[in-house]
């Protein structure tokens, strides 16, 4: 209220940076279990089962955010000092 619209987007890089690193880790880790695992490649017309494609989702799932972790603790603190700065002013 009293930083006016700008605020609003106060924080956006270290979101923006958390979330795609993410993103390019989930797809990453999904493209490489289908090649490694299921011997699968992009494009090339192969169809898995879908335990297979459930599987790989599951575990490109947790690998992103586990190898994301150090940004969103970053993240997370950078957004915390702010909060404590500013309420001391």
């Known amino acids: 209220r009293n ?7 106060k ?3 270290p979101t923006m940076l958390r979330g795609g690193t993410n993103q390019a880790c989930n797809f990453f880790a999904a493209s490489a279990i289908n090649r490694r695992v299921w011997g ?13 494609t459930m599987i790989t989702g599951f575990t490109a ?3 992103g955010p586990t190898l994301n972790n150090p940004l969103d ?6 957004m915390a000092q702010g909060a404590v700065s500013e309420s001391s002013h």
């Open 3 to 9: 930083e006016g619209i700008p605020a609003l987007w």
């Open 11 to 13: 924080g956006v890089v």
């Open 40 to 52: 699968r490649r992009e494009g090339d017309g192969k169809n898995i089962a879908v335990w297979k």
């Open 61 to 63: 799932g947790c690998i």
């Open 73 to 78: 603790v970053a993240k997370t603190r950078l």
